[in-house]
């Protein structure tokens, strides 16, 4: 007896077969890369397919930064914004605020 999966992993099992490629490439070519991806607001990844003539994702992606934070960071974090390194939803809040304080100094500068 085979289990049914859920209908919200119903369209997986092609993401699932895909592969991720890395191109060791120049430093030229990543910048190129990543800066067509800006200009077209879509990720560089996006403009790989895009230059590689394959399709995207027809609907825009939830736009959103992404970094790795280690334990480590989560302490450095929380003594900046003096919460304890637990509350990683409120560290993520604290920084989530300081990027949008980055972003309208960065505006202004502009």
């Not at 991806?37 to 959103?64: C, H, M, V, W, Y």
């Not at 934070?69 to 409120?90: C, F, M, S, W």
């Not at 809040?93 to 304080?101: A, D, F, G």
């Amino acid at each position: 007896m085979s289990a049914q999966k859920p209908s919200r992993w119903q369209g997986s099992d092609a993401a699932i077969r895909a592969v991720q490629v890395a191109f060791d490439v120049e430093t030229s070519v990543l910048e190129a890369v990543r800066c067509a991806a800006f200009e077209d607001n879509i990720s560089p990844s996006d403009q790989i397919r895009k230059i590689l003539g394959l399709a995207t994702a027809s609907r825009p992606q939830r736009p959103r930064l992404t970094v790795t934070l280690t334990p480590v960071d989560y302490d450095v974090l929380g003594q900046k914004y003096g919460l304890n390194v637990e509350e990683r939803l409120a560290i993520k809040e604290r920084v989530t605020q300081e990027l949008i304080q980055f972003t309208e100094q960065w505006e202004q500068q502009r």
